[in-house]
Each structure stands twice: as C-alpha cells, then as structure tokens.
C-alpha cells in the first residue's frame, strides 16, 4: 500500500460559487473525523472548483480539505483575456493545479508546448502540477498506449530540473475512460502506472520514483479501491463523482477502508 493516497475531485465547469458553498456545508453534515479517515496524513483530499467558485471554496472548507484549480495560464499578468495566472490561483490557497486535461488538449487546443510552460510556472510559485496524460481510443486500438504517454510526459517535462520532478503529480486518464463509465480495468491502469513510473526514473531515478502517479477515468466509489491497490497507482482523479458532496465522502470512506 502506497505512503499518501491521493483522491482529487476535477468538477470541471460544475459548481458555481452558492453550490461549491452548499458542498462545503453538507460536507460539515457528515461529521469526519480526518484522524480516523486517515485525512490527517494517509489521505490527501483535493477539490479542484471552477476558478470563480475558489474563492468561497476558500472560505467555506474543512482544514483537511486542499484546493487545486483546473487550469492556469503561464504568464503572471498582461494582455490575456480571459485567463488566470498562477499567483492569482495561489492567492486562494491554490496548492495543486491540473495541466494538460484532455479536455483542455481537444476542446480547447492546448499542445504540449503550452503544457510544458505551464508546468514550469506552477513549479516556480511552489504549487504541485498535476499532469494528466492519456491515450485516446484509436492510440489504444493501435497499441501505441505507452510511446503516446512517454512523449507526452517527455515534452511536458522537457527542460525541468531533475530535482524539481519529486515535485509533480502524474495522472494517467485513458480519454476514452473519461465520462463513459467505461473504466481501465485497475490491472491495465497499474500497467500503465508502472511504465510512467520507468519513463520518470529514467529521467531521474530517485526523484522520478518520487512521482504519485493517479488513475482517472470514470472512478467511483465502487471501483476507486481497486485502483489505489495497485502498488503503482497513488490515488484517482475523479471528474463527475466528485461533483456532489455525498458521492465525494464516499470516495474518500472507501479508501480510508483499506489504507
Ligand atoms: P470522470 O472524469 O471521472 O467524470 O470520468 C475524470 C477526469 O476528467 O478527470
């Protein structure tokens, strides 16, 4: 079993400002007690709102809650309509930032080029990137899941320190697994985690070791425990079954039953 079990709620554009509140309120309704859910060190519980709802986020959550943000531009300030820089996500107490979501990859257009320098940015304002990588269903029908990942976490990474890499979350989310219901089966993610974990040891071994590597894709309460048992999956990220208060909980209730 691994040390820290991530479980990472992504609720894309879901939540406003009220609803990201009421979440936090009913979240007070269920009486956890983080000691004995493990929150206090063996879990990390992270939300990550729609930049408009951090601030109340911010506000309204439990201490043993922590914040990500879905996205961030790679430059503090200027002329960038519409975007976000990381220092005004780090002003809300943004600890983790999700780059490089297929979602951002397809619907938005974002190469891996973008990815890199966000990456770097995020590093240098002290937050933890959680890069997500995945193979889509042609790539996969192809069998070409493994060289499709390596290069994009290759060029994601490309030009940072190695003693930086200890500082990065890696998740894996096969895009055809996202939003379908249509989960990786928990041996094919370790599969995968596995040879994420080979691709960053070679860039540095003691560090790239250090990498939490997440499965996400269609995770739920149900299935979520046999992902975090595999010894190469460190946790999952979860999109819609982390939107409402009660299925998140249970998300989080599940794995503090078998760390
Ligand atoms: P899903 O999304 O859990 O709704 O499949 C996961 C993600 O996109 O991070």
């Given at each position: 079993m691994n040390m820290t079990v991530y479980i990472a709620g992504?609720?894309?554009?879901?939540?406003s400002p009220n609803e990201t509140e009421d979440f936090m309120t009913n979240l007070g309704q269920f009486n956890i007690d983080a000691k004995s859910y493990g929150l206090d060190n063996s879990i990390k519980a992270i939300v990550c709102p729609s930049s408009i709802a951090l601030e109340r986020a911010s506000d309204k959550k439990p201490a043993w809650l922590e914040l990500g943000a879905q996205d961030s531009y790679f430059?503090?300030?200027?002329?960038?309509?519409g975007e976000v820089s990381p220092s005004m996500l780090k002003d809300?107490?943004?600890k983790y930032v999700i780059v490089g979501h297929s979602e951002r990859r397809?619907?938005?257009?974002?190469?891996n080029e973008d990815i890199n320098k966000k990456v770097k940015k995020i590093l240098e304002l002290d937050m933890i990137p959680i890069l997500c990588v995945g193979e889509n269903d042609t790539e996969r029908e192809q069998g070409i899941t493994f060289p499709v990942i390596e290069i994009q976490i290759k060029k994601a990474l490309w030009g940072i320190d190695k003693n930086e890499l200890n500082r990065i979350i890696i998740a894996y989310e096969p895009v055809w697994a996202i939003g379908t219901g249509k989960a990786a089966t928990p041996e094919d993610a370790e599969e995968v985690g596995s040879y994420i974990k080979e691709v960053l040891a070679n860039i540095d071994q003691r560090n790239g070791e250090a990498v939490p590597v997440l499965y996400g894709g269609s995770v739920n309460p149900d299935n979520i425990a046999g992902f975090v048992n595999m010894?190469?999956?460190?946790?999952a990220l979860v999109g819609g079954k982390s939107v409402k208060s009660d299925s998140f909980v249970e998300l989080i209730k599940k794995v503090s039953e078998i760390i």
């Open positions: 992504n609720w894309k554009m879901n939540n430059e503090e300030s200027g002329a960038y309509t809300f107490g943004v397809n619907i938005f257009g974002e190469v010894g190469n999956i460190d946790g």
